[in-house]
C-alpha cells in the first residue's frame, strides 16, 4: 500500500489537475501508468528544450482520494495532486504562474505524454512560504 505523499511529507500537495494521458497514436505512451509515476512537467507556453520542472504527480480515483495501490493503473483521463518536488521554485517560478485554468503538460524528456489542467490550488501558497 502506497502512503500518500501528504502523510510523507507533512504538508500538502500544491495544486490539482485535470489530465488526459495521449493515446500511442497521438505520440503517448504504450504502456500503462501507474501509480507512483514521475513524469517531468512543463507549462504551455513554454520551451519544453529550457523549461522542465520536477513535478510530479499523484493520481486520484472518481471520488477524489489518492489511489492508494502503486500497481495499479491509473485512468487515462482524470485528477492528480501535483507536488512540486524543489521547495524554492515554489516562490521563484510556481506561485505566479500556477492558478485555475493554467495548461501544462506532463513530459518524459522531451515528449509530451499528457495534458493538464490547473483545477485547484491547494497548499501552494502556504508551501512556499514555510518550505522553502
Not at 517531468?40 to 482520494?65: S, V
Request: aromatic share 12%.
Amino acid at each position: 500500500m502506497r502512503k500518500p505523499y501528504e502523510e510523507r511529507n507533512n504538508h500538502p500537495a500544491d495544486f490539482r489537475v485535470k489530465y488526459r494521458f495521449y493515446s500511442q497514436e497521438e505520440g503517448g505512451r504504450k504502456k500503462p501508468v501507474l501509480q507512483g509515476y514521475r513524469s517531468d512537467f512543463t507549462y504551455d507556453e513554454a520551451d519544453i528544450r529550457d523549461d522542465l520542472y520536477c513535478i510530479h504527480p499523484e493520481f486520484e480515483d472518481e471520488q477524489g482520494n489518492v489511489i492508494l495501490n502503486d500497481g495499479t493503473p491509473v485512468p487515462i483521463e482524470g485528477t492528480a495532486r501535483m507536488w512540486i518536488l524543489f521547495p524554492e521554485m515554489r516562490k521563484k517560478i510556481h506561485l505566479n504562474r500556477i492558478k485555475v485554468g493554467v495548461i501544462g503538460y506532463f513530459m518524459e524528456g522531451p515528449k509530451k505524454v499528457a495534458k493538464a489542467e490547473v483545477i485547484e490550488v491547494l497548499g501552494l501558497h502556504k508551501n512556499a512560504e514555510s518550505f522553502n
